[in-house]
């Protein structure tokens, strides 16, 4: 019986090993402009495609309808607005124009996932005037067939901290 448990602890240490192999880079060449991260090829930040040859940016251009949803009961923004999303001159980065009806910001692109579809970005601290933002954190998909984008905002407007859900709707 105990020659059994050793052989089934070694079996088991053996599958584990090869399973976590699966997801190292050890064994995955990726091309010189990508980067492997947990067995995944993925494309510089900025950039998609199976080729990594398409600015991820201009997938979010254009005029977006905003509805906000903060959690508890009737949201800053009630009726929704409009924003217009434009690259920049540098592939990292997105301008985000009338947010909340009241800012310019810009946002950083980030590829996450193996398909490389340039679907994560990030807009750092700062403020205009009585708003300020906090680190917020956004994904762009189009699982629905229509591009839609979520992003956490967290902001403070005239004293007080929002956390809000913007959910933005493609025109």
Same mark, same amino acid.
């Given at each position: 019986?105990?020659?059994?448990?050793?052989?089934?602890?070694?079996?088991?240490?053996?599958?584990?090993?090869?399973?976590?192999?699966?997801?190292?880079?050890?064994?995955?060449?990726?091309?010189?402009?990508?980067?492997?991260?947990?067995?995944?090829?993925?494309?510089?930040?900025?950039?998609?495609?199976?080729?990594?040859?398409? *600015?991820?940016?201009?997938? &979010?251009?254009?005029?977006?309808?905003?509805?906000?949803?903060?959690?508890?009961?009737?949201?800053?923004? *009630?009726?929704?607005?409009?924003?217009?999303?434009?690259?920049?001159?540098?592939?990292?980065?997105?301008?985000?124009?009338?947010?909340?009806?009241? *800012?310019?910001?810009?946002?950083?692109? &980030?590829?996450?996932?193996?398909?490389?579809?340039?679907?994560?970005? &990030?807009?750092?601290?700062?403020?205009?005037?009585?708003?300020?933002?906090?680190?917020?954190?956004?994904?762009?998909?189009? *699982?629905?067939?229509?591009?839609?984008?979520?992003?956490?905002?967290?902001?403070?407007?005239?004293?007080?901290?929002?956390?809000?859900?913007?959910?933005?709707?493609?025109?």
């Amino acid at each position: 019986m105990e020659r059994f448990t050793k052989i089934f602890i070694a079996a088991i240490f053996l599958i584990t090993i090869s399973s976590c192999d699966r997801k190292s880079c050890s064994k995955v060449v990726c091309a010189s402009y990508q980067t492997c991260y947990e067995g995944q090829c993925l494309c510089p930040d900025g950039y998609q495609g199976a080729n990594c040859d398409s *600015a991820s940016a201009y997938q &979010y251009a254009g005029t977006w309808n905003v509805t906000e949803n903060c959690g508890n009961g009737i949201p800053p923004n *009630a009726t929704g607005y409009q924003v217009y999303i434009q690259p920049t001159s540098n592939p990292l980065y997105i301008t985000i124009t009338n947010l909340l009806n009241l *800012a310019t910001v810009n946002a950083q692109l &980030y590829n996450t996932t193996p398909g490389n579809e340039g679907q994560s970005f &990030y807009i750092a601290a700062a403020s205009q005037g009585g708003f300020s933002i906090a680190n917020s954190y956004g994904t762009y998909s189009t *699982a629905s067939g229509t591009p839609v984008i979520s992003l956490i905002l967290n902001y403070n407007l005239n004293g007080i901290n929002y956390s809000c859900q913007e959910t933005m709707y493609k025109q």
